[in-house]
């Protein structure tokens, strides 16, 4: 039986290139169910950046959270994602499976939900549109709640001129 995948989508190096350019490719981990909004906001990090565009989508998807984590690192080295070891280091590209079903799991590569659905805007209020009733695992609460939490005060700033060259979902 397949699962809800729920994917995040960062760049602040051509985001307005990238963020369609891997969204094309989410179909290869599944059936793309639903897109959010593209949000822009300024980057985290001690050094100043580029700002942010951000977006999250659904796919239905029978793959295992591991084979999704690797398809998504594959796709971001694909479009040119060098990793190091600045964790705000600007990105072509950053892909993340936030939530895989109800699961909750914890390995070296994975660690679902995602910790940062609690307390990062930017990845919250996306997620949020996608399913809004949809419960986090471990707290409980509905994504729409924690979205609505964390958007008091975000500096988040719709982007529908990017969200229109998402891919489409297919139903």
Do not use: W
């Amino acid at each position: 039986m397949p699962d809800q995948a729920f994917i995040a989508l960062g760049s602040n190096l051509s985001p307005e290139t990238n963020l369609p350019r891997a969204a094309r490719r989410l179909p290869e981990i599944g059936a793309l169910r639903a897109v959010s909004m593209v949000y822009q906001n300024p980057a985290i990090g001690p050094a100043p950046a580029p700002a942010f565009l951000n977006a999250a989508v659904l796919v239905e998807t029978e793959l295992s959270a591991t084979e999704i984590h690797q398809h998504l690192r594959q796709i971001e080295a694909d479009l040119g994602r060098i990793r190091t070891p600045d964790k705000y280091a600007p990105r072509v590209i950053d892909l993340d499976l936030c939530l895989l079903g109800a699961q909750v799991l914890e390995t070296p590569e994975v660690v679902l939900p995602d910790p940062d659905i609690l307390v990062r805007a930017h990845l919250a209020v996306p997620l949020a549109e996608l399913a809004p009733d949809f419960p986090h695992p471990v707290t409980g609460e509905s994504l729409s709640a924690i979205g609505v939490r964390l958007r008091l005060g975000a500096d988040l700033q719709p982007r529908p001129d990017v969200a229109a060259t998402l891919a489409t979902p297919t139903l």
